[in-house]
């Protein structure tokens, strides 16, 4: 991933998930496991993951980690994964 994460991210033009299209005023968010962005849908089905709870701990630790040096704002980046957004 660039340092454009965010543009990337964030504007994605479908859920990587159920490749539902997401206009730009849709809220998506980044999911826990694999990064990429998706729907509220798709969001609520993570949730309801036995492991999501754990996943998610882990994410967020790693996001931070991984992301110190990698993007110049790792707080919006990890904020992400638990907050939706729109583009
Ligand atoms: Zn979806």
Known sequence: MAD????????ATQCR?????????????????????ICMACK???????DYEQVS??????CLIDTELAYGDPGGYCFYHFYPFTC
């Not at 454009?4 to 504007?11: G, I, M, R, V």
């Not at 609520?44 to 036995?50: G, I, L, Q, T």
């Open 4 to 11: 454009n994460w965010d543009k990337q991210l964030a504007c």
């Open 17 to 37: 998930r159920c490749d539902r299209k997401l206009e730009r005023m849709d809220q998506r968010i980044l999911s826990v496991y694999d990064h990429a962005p």
């Open 44 to 50: 609520r089905d993570e949730e309801k993951r036995p």
């Open 57 to 62: 701990k882990e994410a967020i630790g790693q």
